[in-house]
């Protein structure tokens, strides 16, 4: 009962005298990548993917939510007041966004070898975003003295709705900007791959939220 | 002496005389500095203070990114919101003491309860979860920062400045009157003042924080574990912590949603809720509770994580069962998002959907009960030792079943369509909020104060606070049950004489100013040791994750030595604690250079590579204070100033992504 100190010592670190030997030995790594394993994924990557998992459980409660006071409504959708949206525009602007996830693939797949070919990739995928923020306004325009945001709770789902995803296209562009200012002042040498990757995630991201949303607003109200 | 084995073998004879160790800790022969730690210190420990030194003084104090800082800090914000709204529950008290009391209004006791109830729930429960996630996930897992330190800086900042923002409401007198769950068409036409815009716009503001502090933890979780510490080497009260961020990941969009469309409503115009042109009261409600059942979770969660660490510590073996604990946590995240209807029994919705929510409900017991019978099993197999954080926990055990059963009759429809809204359920939520979240916090706070603050509590002092919270915790609210089942409804500021309410109300409001005395005494404790308690050493109570093998309070960089985690215990398998000693010349594993730690696997904890971390910045600051200044010009209506703020606050986040630390890695 005397020696707890060295039962409690044996309990909590084990060989430790055996150990001994080996222990004075430096080891100098260099201390950057581990070259047997693969490089894995970055912070900032699983950072994108939680951010996409909370804007998309958002949208999702939205597009509900569109869906749930369409179907507690009795009679004709859109109300008699309103008149049916436009197809035309949003569906152009819906497909300049789908679009341009081609040359946003592009951007990835050459921003480790070829830099010079990723920046105006870059810079077309930037192009389209503003080209939908601004088809959307244009939409806004068209739909606007017969369906308006505090008319009845049809024009406030259409205009919150898609008004909060091309805000978010909005925010895609002007991250799109930081990125190619990046670009352009570090120079190419220095590795703007890991963040084209990442900017691609919530770009595809924001593609698929487009058509979720042009299914949902612009067409299901001419077929249901 | 025989050999000791790690004590997760659990025979009789290892119990035994493991026991006799944990007495010996008691009687003072334990290490100040445990040997491993100490020759880890004393090769590199210079080298990474140097290198990780902070700036003193007040700008020190806002530019810090220190996880274990700003912990700290949210436990002290965190608490401060608890007193705040206890205090608003004591008034609450009073008021109900005897019938036709009228020392308040009825409109401030309508202010009174929703503050309480959102402050409770918003500000203080899950804060305080995040305060010690903050601090003690890094610590376990065996990593010297959080993944992202300055958005970390910054759900602090946010978090303060919208609970003060809150309460600013209230001190105004205009703070949110319409219940904690805000129900329309009451939060929206019919309360014409700023009221419910301080509720909509600061939920909205602080859900900003919890998302990105959730965000945060489990990528820290994810990526930055020591090596070696694959998934099921992960202490339950990580698990616990990360799923409760994962669930605010999923559970906050709703709330927001809702809280925005009722923003809209109220100051647009727009008719999202309003059932004249269109729009539909209930969505309000289904959107609320697909947040709000889960958030039940999400306070108790890591709360029950806190107790699978108080638990195995003071029974002296490993947690029981620990593959099924964890599942019935990960199970219970889950379940939990398909449970939200219970709460809209009496709405009258269709039977089907009654029916499969009911069921629904019934199943999430389940993993609790697993759970339940996990910290039993550990208590009945080990040797119990009666420190004040495990009574803690005891407390916890007593008072969340008696919540669970209660919560179990609830999903019997017929029984809930009669109880609803009465003082029944008061009793029921309080049983498992305060039994499920406070006494293990308090239990959490008793055991980790040693390496929170460097100094020991007493012992006497601990053990007095625990009876004396749950003697008054149990006056306070198990009368209620009965109250409610002869029909006091709930959120009224007085009842007449006669309905043989009267006593139950005298006995609970004594009961409270019990509870009230209990938390100044246990604050009592605190203070005292912060001033003149014993210096902690680095293990005080022969702990068994990694926590304890760090200074009390840890050093800046927390581990000198990044160790190799052997077992689920490491502190207990005797290689754990070498491997600090083994690596000590390894400069991958030491990292003395630069503000760096590792970057493992996400399954296996395997080392990918060397991470750099960004230093002390005033930039979260600034962003929080732009935010906050959006949120005011939001709810004095002056739109232009709202624009101008976000471009600000558009342009340090601009200003922070330029520098990201990983710029000056090389390639991977
Ligand atoms: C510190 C001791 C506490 C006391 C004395 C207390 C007392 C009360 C009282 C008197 C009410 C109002 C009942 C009514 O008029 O309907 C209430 C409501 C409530 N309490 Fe507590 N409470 C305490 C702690 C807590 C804690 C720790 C939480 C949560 C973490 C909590 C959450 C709530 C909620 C959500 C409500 C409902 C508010 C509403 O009706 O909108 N309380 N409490
Ligand atoms: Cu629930």
Redesign the pocket.
């Known amino acids: 009962m005397t020696d707890v100190n060295a039962a409690l010592r044996r309990t909590r670190i084990g060989d430790r005298e055996t150990a001994q030997g080996e222990t004075e030995r430096a080891v100098r790594r260099g201390a950057w990548p581990v070259a047997e394993t693969p490089a894995g994924r970055t912070t900032g990557w699983w950072g994108m993917l939680l951010f996409i998992c909370t804007e998309a459980a958002m949208f999702a409660c939205f597009i509900a939510s569109y869906y749930y006071l369409r179907f507690s409504t009795d009679g004709s959708w859109p109300p008699v007041s309103d008149k049916l949206p436009h197809r035309i525009v949003p569906g152009i602007g819906t497909g300049v966004l789908v679009l341009s996830c081609l040359p946003m693939f592009a951007a990835v797949r050459t921003s480790r070898k070829s830099r010079a070919v990723t920046f105006p990739l870059l810079v077309l995928v930037t192009l389209a975003g503003t080209t939908f923020v601004v088809l959307q306004a244009v939409d806004y325009m068209q739909e606007y003295p017969s369906s308006t945001p505090s008319k009845d709770a049809y024009g406030s789902l259409l205009f919150t709705l898609t008004g909060l995803h091309a805000f978010h296209v909005g925010i895609g562009v002007l991250m799109m900007l930081l990125v190619l200012g990046g670009q352009l002042a570090r120079g190419f040498k220095k590795p703007q791959a890991g963040a084209t990757r990442v900017m691609a995630m919530y770009w595809y991201f924001l593609a698929v939220l487009a058509v979720a949303i042009y299914i949902t607003v612009y067409l299901t109200p001419y077929i249901m | 002496m025989t050999q000791l084995t790690p004590p997760r073998t659990g025979t009789d004879a290892d119990i035994e005389t493991l026991s006799t160790v944990a007495d010996s800790l008691e009687a003072s022969t334990r290490y100040d500095v445990l040997p491993e730690r100490g020759a880890a210190e004393a090769t590199v420990g210079a080298a990474l203070d140097a290198e990780w030194e902070e700036e003193p003084g007040l700008w020190g104090f806002i530019t810090t990114v220190n996880h274990k800082r700003i912990g700290r800090r949210y436990l002290v914000t965190a608490g401060f919101f ?1 007193m705040l ?2 205090i ?3 008034v ?2 009073t008021q ?1 003491a005897g019938p036709n009391n009228s020392i308040i209004s009825p409109e401030i ?1 309508d202010q ?3 503050m ?3 402050m ?2 918003f500000f ?2 899950t804060p305080f979860n995040s305060g010690f996630g903050n601090f003690f996930l890094p610590l376990m897992i065996g990593t010297r920062d959080m993944a992202f330190p300055r958005l970390n800086a910054l759900s602090y900042w946010i978090f303060l400045f919208s609970g003060i923002f809150m309460f600013t409401g209230e001190a105004m007198r205009v703070a949110p009157d ?4 805000a129900y329309v068409p009451l939060s929206n036409e019919y309360s014409p003042q700023l009221n419910l815009d301080f509720y909509s716009l600061g939920l909205l503001f602080l859900a900003v924080s919890s998302t990105v502090g959730a965000m945060n933890l489990v990528i820290t979780f994810l990526k930055m574990r020591a090596p070696g510490m694959s998934l099921n080497r992960v202490p339950p009260f990580v698990w616990g912590i990360v799923t409760q961020s994962f669930m605010l990941v999923f559970a906050l969009p709703p709330l927001d949603l809702a809280n925005l469309m009722l923003f809209l409503d109220r100051r647009l115009g727009m008719r999202f809720f309003d059932t004249a042109k269109g729009g539909d009261a209930v969505l309000w409600q289904h959107l609320f509770w697909l947040f709000g059942h889960p958030d039940v979770y999400i ?1 108790v969660l890591p709360a029950m994580g806190i107790v699978s660490s108080i638990i195995p510590t003071f029974s002296r073996r490993s947690i029981l069962a620990y593959p099924y604990v964890v599942l019935a946590t990960v199970a219970t995240g889950i379940i939990s998002f398909g449970v939200w209807v219970h709460h809209m029994f009496a709405v009258g919705l269709s039977d089907v959907s009654l029916t499969f929510f009911s069921a629904a409900t019934l199943t999430i017991s389940v993993p609790a009960g697993i759970q339940m019978f996990a910290w039993l099993g550990t208590m009945w197999r080990g040797r119990v030792v009666l420190s004040p954080a495990m009574l803690y926990a005891m407390s916890f055990i007593i008072t969340f079943v008696i919540g669970g059963v209660t919560g179990v009759m609830f999903a019997v429809v017929p029984f809930d369509q009669q109880v609803t809204d009465s ?1 029944f359920v ?1 009793a029921h ?2 049983y498992v ?2 039994g499920g ?2 006494m293990p916090m308090l239990g959490g706070l008793f055991y980790w104060w040693p390496k929170l603050t460097g100094r020991m509590t007493s012992h006497k002092g601990g053990v007095i606070s625990a009876v004396l919270i749950f003697v008054g ?1 149990q006056v ?2 198990f009368p209620m049950h009965i109250q409610g089942l002869l029909g006091m ?5 007085t009842y007449p004489a006669g309905y043989g309410w009267g006593t139950y109300n005298l006995i ?1 409001t004594i ?2 100013y019990v ?2 005395f209990g ?1 100044l005494w246990t604050l009592f404790v605190f203070a005292q040791s912060l001033l003149s308690g014993p210096v902690a050493p680095d293990d005080p109570w022969g702990g068994n994750t990694l926590e304890w093998a760090t200074g009390s309070p840890p050093k800046a960089y927390n581990f000198p030595v990044i160790p190799t985690v052997h077992s689920l215990n490491p502190l207990w398998d005797g290689r754990t604690l070498q491997s600090m000693v083994d690596h000590r010349h390894d400069d991958q594993r030491t990292m003395t250079e630069v503000h760096r730690t590792l970057r493992t696997s996400e399954l296996d904890g395997r080392i990918e590579r060397v991470m750099s971390m960004p230093g002390e910045t005033v930039q979260p600051l600034l962003v929080a204070a732009f935010l906050t200044m959006t949120v005011c010009f939001l709810l004095a209506d002056i739109m232009l100033a709202a624009a101008v703020a976000v471009g600000l606050m558009g342009l340090v986040i601009a200003w922070w992504m330029w520098n990201r630390p990983e710029i000056d890695e090389p390639a991977p």
């Open positions: 608890f709204a206890g608003n529950a004591l609450m008290r109900l006791y009174l309860f929703t309480h109830g959102t409770m729930i203080f429960a319409a219940g904690w769950f306070i003082y008061v939520f309080h909020l305060f979240a406070v915790f306070t609210f409804p709930r959120r009224i500021y609970e009961g409270a509870l009230a938390f």
